[in-house]
């Protein structure tokens, strides 16, 4: 038996990944305090499931495939920017994301439920759709003003919509120069 630190995700259509990238590089400072998402990372994370063993993972799978059967492809469109737990108090600095359907919110609260019922542990917050683009490092804690200034300068900018019609199952491999993913299983939704 082996763990295999893993997570569900949405991967993003060329053009909001290339904008995502771009948004990243005018944000980047050296030495900001700011852990960014290396920009060949960029994705969309709808549910971390932390180490999974390698024997579940057909059934986390059958999980996201029962999930996936019941919904159809749906849009999404990024733009803005924000922090969590607040813009005063940002840990983590996110792109925005509008999911005019409901149809991201509905999969992760299934996909929390259907979960839960193999063990693993359900995120206690609703959750708020958006791209992370970067976390304050441990010794800094909150983003200094500089930061939080780019991030405001970029608060009207649209990032692109996509057509969501597949999840992915992530495996992340962590080393010295930052994860590296690959992909485990890639679930259509039903169309």
Same mark, same amino acid.
């Given at each position: ?79 803005? /920017?924000?922090?969590?737990?607040? @813009?005063?108090?940002?840990?983590? +600095?996110? #792109?925005?994301?509008? !999911?005019? *359907? &409901? ?53 009207? /900018?649209?990032?692109?919509?996509? @057509?969501?019609?597949?999840?992915? +199952?992530? #495996?992340?491999?962590? !080393?010295? *120069? &930052? ?13």
């Amino acid at each position: 038996m082996k763990n295999i630190r893993s997570f569900i995700a949405i991967r993003l259509a060329p053009d909001v990944d290339r904008n995502s990238a771009r948004m990243l590089q005018r944000l980047r400072q050296a030495n900001d305090g700011i852990k960014w998402v290396p920009t060949d990372n960029l994705h969309l994370t709808l549910k971390f499931l932390g180490d999974v063993d390698n024997t579940e993972v057909p059934a986390v799978c059958k999980v996201i495939q029962r999930v996936c059967s019941d919904h159809s492809p749906f849009h999404l469109d990024f733009a803005g /920017t924000g922090g969590f737990p607040s @813009l005063e108090r940002p840990r983590i +600095l996110y #792109a925005g994301i509008n !999911d005019a *359907s &409901g149809s991201l919110t509905r999969i992760v609260s299934r996909l929390e439920t259907s979960l839960a019922e193999l063990g693993f542990k359900q995120e206690p917050r609703d959750y708020i759709p958006h791209l992370t683009l970067g976390r304050t490092r441990s010794t800094s804690r909150l983003a200094n003003s500089d930061v939080m200034e780019r991030l405001a300068a970029e608060e009207e /900018t649209h990032l692109g919509g996509m @057509l969501v019609n597949s999840l992915q +199952l992530v #495996a992340s491999f962590l !080393d010295k *120069s &930052g994860p590296t993913y690959q992909i485990m299983d890639t679930i259509p939704l039903d169309s």
